[in-house]
């Protein structure tokens, strides 16, 4: 058994050498035209003007795959909700999806995507497609979801790809089909505003489920993320390719820290973040990231109850001209509403203070303030 043991701790040394070297090589684009220079960036983020929208998933689907499978697509919704997006001067939403959609059925998943983004678009709003998420279960599986955990915070949304096929880098290449195929078919759609290939790659989901987690994750994250440049650079979509800083130790003044947050940010075309904080947090990380020269956007905010809310943080990113995404629409089975802390600290009722979202199922306000500083912002 001693022996084995040491040839599994060899395999891992050698593994994370190999990771190790492989970050600082440079990523070859064969036929691709590489990253956007500055002045391409900045002319794409005059095109667009001010985004400003939400992470989107309508209130009737768990996850990505509820939202996305045949049985259970729900074009009704999606015209209603984004109805009342567009009520507020919202211009743009952040989408998710997912590998297991093209394997399922690549012609009817590029169907209804072509469809969602035509009701998006009668209602003047363009779109953010999230490609791959590391967050929240590795262990996705189509076919039916399971009903939400009462009172939890997104307990169904899924990681794409699992861990099944982010832990073996052999397996890796499953996934250039999906990333080529959507890009292909989207690329040069212009009701696409941008893509996000892969939101934050390296969480450990420490909170929820931490047992299921890969234990070398930042490693094969940072692997995977590599190969999904390389592939979505040959495509060459005329759409800017990002994927965003979320850790807190990527936002100092000499750049990200962390192997993920230094190569995404050398890769993206434009720098897209995350920021749950107060105001003044949100000024602190605008700043940092200065120093890139390029269009940001912020795709999550809106956490109440960290002092991350609509009347402060909102007007900071409208000055600074960063684009603006709040986690959450309508308040539905994600149950985005409770905090990240309902995995560990049970709920009975409907917090006193949403964690996320803005609208109630029947399309009331959860804050009538809220609404009015959107729409003096929006100028809706």
């Not at 697509?73 to 998710?96: C, Q």
């Not at 390389?230 to 100092?252: H, K, M, S, Y």
């Not at 684009?323 to 995995?343: E, N, R």
Request: charged share 25%.
């Amino acid at each position: 058994m001693w022996k084995k043991d040491i040839v599994s701790r060899v395999g891992r040394v050698r593994l994370f050498l190999l990771v190790s070297l492989v970050a600082l090589l440079p990523v070859r684009h064969a036929g691709a035209q590489g990253r956007w220079t500055p002045d391409r960036a900045a002319a794409w983020q005059k095109a667009h003007g001010w985004l400003a929208g939400s992470n989107f998933i309508p209130s009737t689907a768990i996850n990505q795959l509820e939202m996305w499978q045949a049985d259970t697509f729900d074009p009704a919704t999606i015209d209603r909700e984004l109805g009342w997006a567009e009520g507020l001067g919202f211009n743009s939403m952040r989408v998710f999806l997912h590998d297991l959609l093209w394997k399922q059925d690549s012609k009817a998943f590029l169907e209804r995507i072509d469809r969602f983004l035509g009701i998006a678009d009668r209602h003047h709003i363009g779109v953010v497609l999230v490609l791959l998420d590391g967050v929240w279960d590795p262990r996705p599986a189509l076919g039916p979801q399971h009903p939400p955990k009462p009172h939890v915070h997104n307990s169904g949304w899924v990681q794409s790809p699992g861990a099944a096929i982010l832990g073996s880098p052999q397996r890796h290449a499953e996934l250039r089909p999906y990333v080529e195929g959507v890009l292909r078919r989207f690329g040069k759609d212009k009701r696409v505003h941008a893509w996000d290939l892969f939101n934050e790659p390296d969480n450990d989901n420490t909170d929820s489920y931490k047992q299921q987690e890969l234990p070398n994750k930042h490693e094969m994250a940072l692997l995977l993320l590599r190969s999904v440049f390389e592939w979505a650079r040959a495509v060459n979509p005329d759409q800017p390719l990002t994927v965003g800083l979320w850790r807190g130790e990527d936002f100092g003044e000499e750049g990200p820290k962390t192997p993920v947050g230094r190569f995404a940010a050398d890769s993206s075309d434009i720098i897209t973040f995350h920021a749950y904080n107060d105001a003044g947090g949100v000024e602190k990380r605008i700043a940092a990231l200065r120093r890139h020269g390029r269009p940001m956007l912020c795709t999550e905010y809106l956490a109440r109850s960290f002092g991350s809310t609509i009347q402060t943080v909102l007007p900071v990113l409208k000055k600074n001209d960063v684009g603006a995404y709040t986690w959450g629409l309508v308040d539905g089975k994600t149950q985005t509403i409770y905090p990240w802390s309902s995995w560990t600290r049970p709920f009975d009722a409907e917090p006193p203070v949403w964690h996320h979202d803005l609208f109630r199922k029947d399309g009331k306000a959860y804050s009538e303030e809220e609404m009015k500083v959107i729409r003096s912002l929006t100028k809706k």
